[in-house]
């Protein structure tokens, strides 16, 4: 079946640090891929995707590549700000089939930037 | 906003009631994906509907149900609750299905249930 692993927080960081958040997957079939982020509160919002391998997604200065050959599709940003404080899921997508379109996700890594 | 809209967005009740969640999926959206957030369970696929006829089953309960009406909204019907069962129900939509080149959800801001 398919799964998505991603490393546990919550992860604390001073403002303007390097993210990195580690995502791996298993899928059977071609998959695409995700980063979901959620605020406090709130429901879930698309960071960015990637459809394909080596494609590379990006949004408000967050980027991840989509790499087949280690199965990985990493999340990164340069320069946190205090804003960016939420949980980040990795999720994966298998097109079709009788698994239909649903998104399998990580488990969640908690990010906190302190000022 | 995504466009997806949730009601009720809290509900409290006690264990053995039914309760119905109920989402409007974006305009023109004919997917309508059903998620549940808990604690221990983490984002778990529960069932999805497309233009009415049910598409996909995932980690859904006999005590749950869903339907999605000619309208393009649906509802997720929860009957003989436990306690277990509190969590936030997310819905989510996307244009198409498999014809799509990649699968682009759009969630719903989540009804948050707690059992008693």
């Known amino acids: 079946g398919n799964s998505v692993t991603q490393m546990e927080g919550p992860v604390t960081l001073s403002e303007e640090a390097f993210l990195t958040i580690n995502c791996t997957y298993t899928a059977t079939g071609y998959p695409s891929l995700f980063w979901y982020v959620q605020y406090p509160g709130e429901g879930l919002q698309l960071l960015l995707k990637?459809?394909?391998?080596?494609d590379k997604g990006s949004n408000k200065g967050f980027e991840a590549t989509y790499r087949k050959e280690t199965t990985s599709f990493h999340l990164e940003k340069g320069s946190v700000q205090v804003s960016d404080s939420a949980v980040y899921f990795c999720?994966?997508?298998?097109?079709?089939?009788?698994?239909?379109?649903?998104?399998?996700f990580g488990g969640g890594t908690r990010v906190l930037v302190k000022p | 906003d995504s466009g997806v809209t949730q009601t009720p967005k809290h509900l409290i009740t006690a264990t053995g009631q039914r309760v119905t969640l109920r989402c409007s999926p974006r305009s023109g959206d004919l997917s309508v994906y059903w998620y549940q957030q808990s604690l221990d369970q983490g984002l778990q696929f529960l069932i999805q509907?497309?233009?009415?006829?049910?598409?996909a089953k995932g980690n859904i309960l006999e005590r749950f149900s869903a339907q999605q009406f000619p309208d393009l909204h649906s509802e997720l019907n929860l009957s003989s609750l436990e306690l277990g069962d509190s969590a936030l129900y997310f819905c989510?939509?996307?244009?198409?299905?498999?014809?799509?080149?990649?699968?682009?959800?759009?969630f719903g801001p989540g009804t948050r249930l707690t059992v008693l």
């Open positions: 989510a939509s996307s244009p198409r299905t498999s014809a799509s080149s990649y699968n682009e959800q759009f």
């Open positions: 999720a994966l997508s298998v097109q079709g089939g009788a698994a239909g379109n649903k998104l399998t």
């Open positions: 990637a459809t394909k391998a080596d």
């Open positions: 509907y497309y233009n009415g006829e049910e598409r």
